[in-house]
């Protein structure tokens, strides 16, 4: 049986309870429906309001018991927090250039950058530093003495040590043509790192002794975004608005699928050599149009009916990609296919909207 579906949890000396729990309907005083209405019929549980919370003295009735001593079960996953947990914050830095050409031009340059401290990550405490294995080149925990207890699952440290840098310039330009009718884009070149994505055991480090090698693109990452939009009021109280919008693919981590390295975690494995975030993925571009028309009744009343188009070409933009890839060799800036249906390795998983049309009607008075 997997270690990971048995493991009962202590999360800052407080533990789970040990319980296999039945189904619906099995038959017992502690089945989840007896429960459920023992506990209704007492008023411990009221509905919608609760008024209190469910003590342990309440699940003793049918078997259920809680300790927070003892020996721990082996396996178990502990949890624990840093002490000097603080607010992430950001340093932030900008200058912008703008220029009016002429009547009808105008042109700005934007440079931005942010450094953000203080993210949180996941780091279990219970893996030691393992030896190299020559032929695969990653550590593998494959002996008890590279655990600081090996009899524990994981001992998962919540702590505010992760940073985040992004930098990126936007050039936007615009021109009015005449007094009903301007155009106007912006394009933005931005790069974004950081060491984490997030503080769940899924987004742990590969090599949790080795968070330096974590490093790498951000998964938000986006080198190039063009906006280009227009604006044309025609005669009638009409009114068309296009926007295009289109950027660049944003990185995936590779992962094997399986506990590679034995360090109790099968969900972080990335192939030998391959760092964090190395895929590419999807690019994207839409159109989107609205059409409104203002009809007014009088000084103070009017109406404006408007007709929305979202993804007008209905072009299929993918979203992601399935990152599952085995044990593969280099090279690793690999695209998704579109020859793979979403279960195989580089499928497709899942895709943007899909073309919308909707409609509305705004009354002013």
């Known amino acids: 049986m997997d270690w990971s579906s048995t493991?009962?949890?202590?999360?800052?000396?407080?533990?789970?309870?040990?319980?296999?729990?039945?189904?619906?309907?099995?038959?017992?005083p502690s089945n989840v429906a007896n429960i459920f209405g023992t506990l209704r019929r007492q008023g411990v549980i009221t509905v919608p309001t609760p008024t209190r919370s469910i003590q342990p003295a309440d699940l003793a009735q049918f078997g259920i018991h809680f300790t927070h001593t003892g020996?721990?079960?082996?396996?178990?996953?502990?949890?624990?927090?840093?002490?000097?947990?603080?607010?992430?914050?950001?340093?932030?830095?900008?200058?912008?250039?703008?220029?009016?050409?002429?009547?009808?031009?105008?042109?700005?340059?934007?440079?931005?950058f942010v450094r953000t401290l203080k993210l949180y990550r996941l780091r279990d405490r219970n893996l030691l530093p393992a030896p190299v294995d020559p032929r695969l080149g990653i550590r593998i925990w494959?002996?008890?003495?590279?655990?600081?207890?090996?009899?524990?699952?994981?001992?998962?440290?919540f702590e505010p040590i992760v940073r985040s840098f992004y930098s990126g310039m936007i050039v936007e330009v615009r021109k009015r043509f005449r007094r009903s009718f301007s155009l106007g884009?912006?394009?933005?070149?931005?790069?974004?790192?950081?060491?984490?994505?997030?503080?769940?055991?899924?987004?742990?480090?590969?090599?949790?002794?080795?968070?330096?090698?974590?490093?790498?693109?951000?998964?938000?990452?986006?080198?190039?975004?063009?906006?280009a939009y227009g604006l044309?009021?025609?005669?009638?109280?009409?009114?068309?608005?296009?926007?295009?919008?289109?950027?660049?693919?944003?990185?995936?981590?590779?992962?094997?699928?399986?506990?590679?390295?034995q360090?109790?975690?099968?969900?972080?494995?990335?192939?030998?050599?391959?760092?964090?975030?190395?895929?590419?993925?999807?690019?994207?571009?839409?159109?989107?149009?609205r059409l409104a028309r203002t009809i007014p009744f009088r000084e103070s009343l009017s109406a404006e009916l408007t007709l929305e188009a979202f993804n007008l070409f209905?072009?299929?933009?993918?979203?992601?990609?399935?990152?599952?890839v085995g044990n593969i060799p280099p090279p690793f800036n690999l695209r998704g296919r579109h020859d793979r249906s979403p279960s195989e390795p580089l499928g497709f998983s899942s895709a943007c909207d899909p073309r919308r049309i909707q409609w509305g009607v705004r009354i002013r008075f």
């Open 7 to 28: 493991a009962v949890g202590v999360i800052d000396g407080y533990r789970q309870i040990a319980i296999v729990v039945p189904t619906l309907l099995d038959p017992g």
């Open 71 to 112: 020996p721990i079960p082996p396996f178990s996953l502990l949890a624990a927090s840093s002490s000097d947990l603080v607010n992430p914050y950001a340093h932030q830095a900008s200058l912008a250039v703008e220029r009016q050409i002429g009547q009808d031009w105008a042109v700005s340059i934007e440079y931005g």
């Open 142 to 157: 494959n002996s008890p003495q590279y655990f600081a207890d090996p009899l524990i699952g994981q001992n998962n440290f």
């Open 185 to 227: 884009g912006n394009w933005t070149f931005s790069r974004s790192t950081d060491e984490a994505v997030d503080y769940v055991r899924d987004y742990q480090a590969a090599d949790q002794t080795n968070l330096r090698a974590e490093r790498a693109l951000s998964s938000f990452d986006q080198r190039h975004k063009l906006v």
């Open 232 to 261: 044309w009021t025609a005669p009638g109280g009409f009114q068309l608005s296009p926007i295009f919008r289109a950027n660049s693919a944003r990185p995936f981590n590779l992962i094997v699928g399986f506990d590679l390295n």
């Open 263 to 289: 360090d109790r975690n099968d969900t972080t494995d990335r192939p030998p050599g391959a760092g964090r975030n190395t895929g590419i993925g999807p690019n994207f571009w839409t159109i989107d149009l």
């Open 314 to 324: 209905n072009r299929l933009n993918f979203a992601s990609i399935n990152n599952i």
